[in-house]
């Protein structure tokens, strides 16, 4: 697809959508003998999603696991639509979007793995991030230079902010 293609996609986007674990996240995850799980999320991520809600963008994560560190985080960034745990992501983005009034063509979904491959191909603009597993990244719109957890939320904030107009890059 041209670039002029590209740019005008993403300035239709009114949401962005991401999964947690290996993309907010290099994927892994801590578990204390307590059984008490952390993550490592990355800070520039955070600024990232805090520049596209403050541009008046919707931002919703949805994940296959259930993190009290993710809720924790999001709850920290701002980020309004937080589903965690659920066993059918498309059916959490279309009540989502129902709720926003908005179609999935104005949506774009951040995803690294098979159980994202379904809502990847139901939105406007999918993207995967550069240690998504193959078929992901064959599938999606766009890839990123950055993988999860070192930059690849930031770097799609950047991109979708700078398609917009009238938002500062």
Request: glycine residues 10%.
């Amino acid at each position: 697809m041209n670039s002029a293609a590209t740019h005008n996609r993403l300035a239709e986007l009114r949401l962005v959508a991401f999964d947690i674990d290996g993309v907010f996240t290099d994927g892994r995850f801590y578990l204390s003998d307590e059984g008490i799980e952390s993550k490592a999320f990355n800070t520039q991520d955070g600024f990232g999603i805090r520049r596209l809600i403050n541009a008046g963008f919707e931002v919703a994560v949805i994940s296959g696991r259930h993190s009290a560190a993710a809720a924790k985080r999001m709850d920290e960034l701002g980020v309004r639509h937080v589903v965690l745990g659920t066993g059918d992501k498309c059916a959490a983005f279309d009540e989502l979007i129902t709720a926003l009034g908005m179609h999935a063509s104005e949506c774009a979904f951040v995803g690294d793995d098979i159980p994202d491959l379904a809502l990847l191909e139901k939105v406007g603009y999918s993207i995967a991030v550069a240690n998504a597993v193959e078929e992901v990244r064959d599938f999606c719109d766009y890839t990123t230079k950055a993988a999860g957890g070192y930059g690849a939320v930031r770097e799609v904030c950047d991109l979708v902010l700078a398609a917009r107009p009238g938002t500062s890059h």
